[in-house]
């Protein structure tokens, strides 16, 4: 059976050094990065992965284009149609590894963010373990996730004092919060879905997190969705493209605090 060994890399998402020291010399190990095609369409997305390489990675390595399968995006059929796609990419990587890469060269891949989160490279790389054609050594290196990025900028624990945390896309983001979801992350959503909540929440919002054109806002969903909306046309228009994540709380009585202490005060009256 043929062997290739492959490192999933976080890169963190987006800021040249928000890498783990970990990540810095896994990028160091590799010796040749696969980059997915469909990158070349965002030529910035692109430039920042060249840049981080650049600035941490001493020596010499190759990069290899890897088509990326087209995705069929019917709403209908979402689950199945990202499983085909999964699929899709497994042969098409699988197809590079074998011919493009050899036994004794360790292949890479740059994932945005963290890998474990609303990201398909960790079940790509099952997808071709379990093809069975190639035997694939593969580990996992973490990444700082863009929810983390956005706690740190706001300063603010994500949880409520022994509370839960729902971490959830735009699409699913109003089903969780008619179930009594009251604390949660949303990412994947470009259209803004918290505009149609009902209720009193506050957001603590970011885009474009750990690069030069971040912005970020925090306060009452319905009284900052104004400026949340200029300053992601801001945070477009400075790139090219926008990624934004927030928090959204359930808003209690009385007026908006910025940080996590609100909670701590919410909880020694028993009301979290
Ligand atoms: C496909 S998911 C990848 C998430 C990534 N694995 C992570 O750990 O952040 C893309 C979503 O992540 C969030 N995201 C990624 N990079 C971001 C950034 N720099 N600023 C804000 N949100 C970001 C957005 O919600 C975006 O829609």
């Known amino acids: ?35 997915a095609d469909k990158a070349r369409g965002v030529d910035d997305l692109v430039s920042v992965r060249e840049e981080i390489c650049r600035r941490h990675i001493v020596g010499d390595y190759r990069v290899l ?12 059929r979402y689950g199945a149609e990202v499983r085909d796609w999964h699929a899709a990419r497994a042969a098409v990587y699988e ?25 398909s490279t960790i079940r790509v790389a099952e997808r071709i373990r379990d ?10 290196v973490p990444g700082v996730s863009s929810v983390q990025i956005l706690a740190a900028r706001h300063k603010l624990v994500l949880n409520t004092i022994g509370g839960p945390i729902t971490i959830t896309t735009g699409r699913r983001l109003v089903e969780h919060a008619d179930t009594g979801a009251d604390n949660l992350v949303v990412m994947l959503d470009g259209h803004l879905t918290c ?16 690069t030069a054109d971040e912005e970020l806002v925090a ?8 400026e949340i909306e200029q300053a992601r046309a801001r945070a477009k228009a400075a790139r090219g493209w926008v990624m934004d994540t927030y928090l959204l709380r359930r808003a209690r009585p009385g007026p908006f605090t910025a940080g996590s202490a609100a909670d701590v005060v919410a ?5 979290c």
């Open 131 to 140: 093809r069975g054609l190639l035997r694939i050594d593969y580990d996992v």
């Open 195 to 210: 505009r149609g909540l009902d209720g009193d929440w506050n957001i603590w919002w970011g885009a474009d997190l750990g």
């Open 95 to 119: 197809k590079v590894l074998c011919e493009e890469v050899s036994g004794d060269e360790t292949a890479g891949l740059l994932v945005w963010g963290d890998p474990s989160l609303y990201d």
């Open 267 to 271: 909880d020694r009256w028993g009301t």
């Open 1 to 35: 059976m043929i062997e290739r060994r492959l490192r999933l890399i976080g890169i963190g998402p987006g800021g040249p050094d928000d890498l783990t020291v970990t990540a810095v010399n896994a990028l160091n190990s590799v010796d040749v990065f696969l980059v």
């Open 65 to 76: 284009t890897v088509p990326d399968p087209p995705r069929d995006r019917t709403p209908e």
């Open 219 to 226: 306060g009452r969903l319905h009284a900052v969705l104004p």
